[in-house]
């Protein structure tokens, strides 16, 4: 059986590697499986790529399409073509995608356009919000897969009203949690943790890369000089994404009060979110880590695709209402913040459930 497995863009890396591990397990125990890891070249800088690579112990990519950069349309086209290329030259049985990341929405189209075999990790989940790439590139991606792996009831529901057959939905947990609950004894402090003077619950983590935050000027300024207010005496440690670094840089919005950091690898961003007082962001899959870490987790969007981040875990969203963004800090700091429980089948083992199923479904008999 052979399966290509594609990565492109940071939050891949850690939602294919434990399905890589689950598949070398499956291969020692006999199993006739080969498979190649794709990696589109969506996300190329060390620390935005190869480190996760390094650290989460995946093997080097097969093949490095080089698609880096460029419009919405220019990064999907030029994955398409690179990737049918491969595809062309390596002709799998099942093309494996994760996540909602444009490599994730194109190697999808150009697999199924092959009559391959196409599979979503991730898949179902849905923001409603069609302003958001990442919402068009799961609508797209899940309108032509084959199979469907969801982390939770509201995925399952989301793809059952889509008339998806359920023999077609495989409710396995989340192959996130799976890396995190692997790796978490090989959490490390970054460089920087003594000399800014870093130590348990004195510091709250930012992330910021939505164009929504970060892509006008005078909203991202306003929003820093906000948070730095009313975190009055926190240290906020704030990796940057490169997309907000060159929006800061260019417009010298300034930063005062804010440590900026370059974007961290996984052990150090994990240790860097266990110790915190609490996590700011617009990301999606840090909010999944910090429930299961029960760890509050304000998220600086209307939506989310993951409601049982807020619904179970540590995770509110207060959009771009500063009022509500500072009353949470308010609640944060006088330690009156929810407690989370852990979402089903969040148990390490989602890979394992995954892998078994291609074989139950696919391996030739
Ligand atoms: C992408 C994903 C987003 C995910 C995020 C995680 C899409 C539509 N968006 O957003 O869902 O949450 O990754 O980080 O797929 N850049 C570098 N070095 C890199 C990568 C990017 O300098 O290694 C710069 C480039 O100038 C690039 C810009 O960042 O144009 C944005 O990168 P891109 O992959 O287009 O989108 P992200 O904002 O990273």
């Avoid at 391959?116 to 849905?126: C, D, F, N, S, W």
Wanted: proline share 5%; charged share 20%; glycine share 4%.
């Amino acid at each position: 059986m052979k399966i290509t497995l594609v990565s492109g863009a940071r939050p891949n890396f850690m939602k294919i590697s434990p399905i890589v591990k689950a598949l070398d397990i499956a291969i020692l125990e006999g199993y006739n499986i080969k498979y190649r890891i794709i990696h589109t070249g969506q996300h190329y800088d060390h620390n935005m790529s190869s480190n996760f690579f390094a650290q989460l112990g995946i093997p080097m990519p097969d093949n490095n399409l080089k698609c880096s950069s460029g419009s919405q349309a220019e990064q999907t086209a030029k994955i398409m073509i690179e990737f049918e290329k491969e595809l062309i030259q390596n002709f799998p049985d099942i093309v494996v995608v994760v996540g909602d990341v444009n490599s994730t929405m194109a190697c999808a189209i150009t697999s199924k356009k092959l009559g391959i075999k196409t599979v979503h990790v991730e898949a179902g989940i849905r923001s409603g919000d069609m302003a958001m790439p990442e919402e068009i590139n799961r609508v797209v991606t899940d309108a032509i897969c084959d199979d469907f792996f969801t982390t939770s009831e509201f995925a399952n529901l989301n793809l059952k009203n889509l008339q998806i057959p359920s023999n077609k939905i495989h409710f396995v947990g989340n192959t996130m949690i799976d890396t995190l609950v692997q790796n978490f004894n090989k959490m490390k402090a970054p460089e920087f943790w003594d000399a800014f003077e870093l130590k348990k619950n004195n510091y709250f983590i930012l992330t910021l890369h939505r164009p929504i935050n970060v892509d006008n000027p005078v909203y991202l300024e306003s929003l820093l000089k906000n948070i730095s207010l009313i975190t009055n005496g926190y240290k906020i440690i704030f990796p940057i994404h490169p997309r907000t670094k060159s929006i800061i840089d260019s417009f010298l919005i300034p930063v005062n009060n804010i440590l900026l950091v370059e974007p961290q690898s996984y052990n150090e961003f994990i240790f860097l979110i266990t110790y915190s007082k609490a996590v700011i962001t617009d990301s999606g899959g840090i909010s999944e880590e910090t429930t299961v870490l029960n760890i509050p987790c304000i998220t600086l969007r209307d939506t989310t695709e993951r409601p049982e981040t807020v619904l179970n875990g540590s995770n509110v969203l207060v959009g771009n209402n500063m009022d509500l963004l500072n009353s949470n800090i308010q609640l944060i700091l006088n330690n009156q913040w929810k407690n989370a429980t852990l979402p089903m089948l969040w148990d390490g083992h989602a890979a394992e459930r995954i892998v078994n199923t291609l074989i139950l479904k696919y391996y030739p008999n």
